[in-house]
C-alpha cells in the first residue's frame, strides 16, 4: 500500500472540506513507521501536478472518488483549500484506489483525510 497526503501550510482548509492539516500529517508519519510508504507533501504554495491531481479525479471507481471534479473541487482547490488523501493498493500503481475527502454512502455523510487515516492505521 501507498498512501500520499497533499496540503498547502500557506492555505488555510475550506469549511466544507475542512481538514487539521498537521493532525494529519502526524498520522501519515505514524503510517510510515508501521512501514506503510506514506508521505504528506506539504504544496507551499505551488499547483499540485496536474498527473495527480488527474489520477484522483480518474483512478478510483465512483463509490469512493473523491469530491475532486466538476461538482466538487477543482484543480486549483487540490492540496490547498480541500487537503488531498490518495490510497493505492500497491507502491507501483499510478492511479489510487481510494481519495479523500469523499462521499460515503453507508456512512451517509463525507469521510475525510483524517478520518480516512485513523481507519488506515487501524488496518496496519
Known amino acids: 500500500m501507498k498512501v500520499e497526503f497533499y496540503y498547502d501550510s500557506t492555505v488555510t482548509p475550506g469549511a466544507t472540506f475542512s481538514c487539521d492539516n498537521a493532525k494529519a ?6 503510517l510510515a513507521a508501521k512501514g506503510v510508504n506514506a ?3 506539504d504544496l507551499k504554495g505551488q499547483q499540485v501536478a496536474f498527473m ?3 489520477a484522483a479525479l480518474t483512478g478510483p471507481k465512483a463509490q469512493v472518488r473523491a ?3 466538476a461538482k466538487g473541487a ?3 482547490d487540490f ?3 480541500v487537503p488531498a488523501l490518495l490510497v493505492f493498493e500497491k507502491d507501483a500503481d499510478r492511479y489510487p484506489t481510494e481519495a479523500f475527502p469523499r462521499s460515503d454512502k453507508e ?3 463525507t469521510l475525510g483525510c483524517v478520518e480516512a487515516l485513523e481507519l488506515l492505521l487501524q488496518k496496519v
Open 39 to 41: 508521505k504528506a507533501s
Open 25 to 30: 500529517a502526524e498520522l501519515v508519519n505514524q
Open 52 to 54: 495527480t491531481y488527474n
Open 67 to 69: 469530491v475532486f471534479g
Open 107 to 109: 456512512l451517509q455523510r
Open 74 to 76: 477543482l484543480q486549483e
Open 79 to 81: 492540496g490547498k483549500t
